[in-house]
């Protein structure tokens, strides 16, 4: 069998489990699933990032239509290439119809509060601001949920999107009843941008009073 020899300025060698220096990041583990991330398959990576890539290209994977799904990566180091528990970072993105990527996130809104009105409404408010780089969304997703977990993907109601600022909902809802909010927004395919804080209890109440009447008077 011939030898191989490997000049120092390529050592250690890339691609050989084991041929790398010990305790330091040889690469990432790429994983993938269907949903959030807690969809994700961490048993079966679907491909392997060599510590100084920039990129990555999977190919030969596929996508199944209308899906969510979530691509995460994980650190491995060691002669043993052992592997972190821990997520460097994850992506998600949604497949159109077709199975083809439907297109970025918005920005998700900056702040979500809610008011308990008369005759049981509940208003939200929110802000959505964005960065100078990111697309304005085309509406907002608002979820009303009588359960604090809320999923996005079928808002309960949305609201257009007027300019960069606050904007607010009022909801009629059941006297007594207690609900939690969630607010997305959501791009001219419908791609929703990641839950806001979902904020709750709030307690529906019919007898509340109405919103008061502030008057101003200037004195001299």
Avoid: K
């Avoid at 398959?41 to 392997?48: K, Y």
């Avoid at 920039?54 to 209308?66: K, P, Y």
């Avoid at 909010?181 to 806001?196: D, I, K, N, Q």
């Avoid at 979902?198 to 007898?207: C, L, M, R």
């Amino acid at each position: 069998m011939a030898g191989a020899s490997f000049p120092f300025g390529a050592w250690p060698p890339r691609g050989l489990p084991g041929w790398h220096w010990p305790h330091v990041s040889h690469g990432h583990r790429v994983y993938r699933g269907s949903g959030g991330l807690g969809g994700v398959d961490f048993s079966t990576p679907v491909g392997i990032a060599q510590c100084d890539a920039v990129a990555v290209r999977l190919v030969g994977l596929g996508h199944e239509a209308s899906t969510r799904y979530t691509y995460a990566v994980r650190p491995v180091a060691g002669n043993a290439w052992l592997e972190t528990p821990a997520v460097s970072c994850s992506v998600e993105f949604e497949t159109d119809a077709d199975g083809a990527w439907l297109g970025r996130r918005p920005d998700p809104v900056e702040w979500l509060c809610a008011t308990v009105e008369a005759e049981g409404a509940i208003r939200l408010s929110w802000s959505w601001v964005g960065r100078r780089s990111a697309a304005e969304p085309a509406d907002f997703g608002l979820y009303c949920s009588t359960q604090p977990d809320i999923a996005p993907g079928s808002p309960t109601a949305t609201e257009a999107f007027v300019s960069p600022g606050e904007h607010s909902h009022s909801f009629a809802l059941v006297d007594g009843q207690s609900y939690w909010f969630g607010v997305t927004a959501r791009g001219a395919e419908a791609v929703e941008s990641h839950l806001s804080t979902i904020i709750g209890p709030y307690v529906a109440d019919a007898a509340a009073p109405a919103d008061p009447t502030v008057s101003v008077s200037r004195t001299f």
